[in-house]
């Protein structure tokens, strides 16, 4: 070692430390870090308190109560219908087929639009067909639905499905078509198959579609199975509406539609923790 060296190293040890003010971890209480989302539930309960009082009061006002009913008389029917099974039964009933209409219908549209966008030819030809079928209000489809499966499960189960079907098709199709064409001309440059290039490149980089499909059409299951329900049923949450009015139970209508409206509170918090999951790797300002 030198001696300007030695020098160097002695000025660098002797440096006098950096000034300036010494940052210490600020130390939040529980209201600074869940303040915002305490305020967000808060405001939600008072929201549902306000309509509440304004539903009493109103059903207090309107000169016939059937009309409205009242929020003691939904709590009590509620109440009778967990009590005697009827609340779980139904809703066991539309929660299956939601599930297996979900299922089926993310399996064929995730298949059927990877395979068709993958070849433009085909898919330029089927392209408007199937945005003409998706442009068909499904509950139209229902009654052709109920000659070819009855009015049991399955009709529910199909109708649920391809409500689920074409979103995520065109949400995959979309994703595969978006696909870098840099990247599928490095892969082939360098020697890589077509089975390399479908599944290394094209099948990871529209996944991106393939999941905004899956988010999306969560909802649409559920109301596939209930449109289904209400057309021609016997079983299930969109009978027991159909039931309940028939009747003349007003009581009736709006507790069945509070069971269906939690379960759609189910439904859209499982497609926030989806969103919340798969958008983890995107920028703080995109997620």
Known sequence: MTAVQTMSMIETTNAPAASGPVKEA???SWWGKNGRQATVWMLRVALFVAFIVVWYIASLVVPNPMFISTPLAVWEQLVEWVVDGTIAFHSWITIQEVALGYVIGV???????????SIHLIYDVFEPFMMALYSIPKVALAPLFIVWFGIGIDMKII??????????FLNTASGVREVDRGLIDAVRLMGGSKRDV???VVLPASM???LTGLKVSIPYALIGAVIGELVASNRGLGYLINDSAAQFNTAGVFAAVAVLTVLAMLLNGVVALISSRTSRWKPLGDA
């Open 159 to 168: 109708l649920a499905a391809v409500s689920v079907f074409f979103l995520v």
């Open 198 to 200: 479908a599944f290394k």
């Open 26 to 28: 600020r130390k939040r």
């Open 208 to 210: 991106a579609g393939l």
């Open 107 to 117: 399996l064929t549209g995730a298949v059927t639009g990877f395979i068709l966008a």
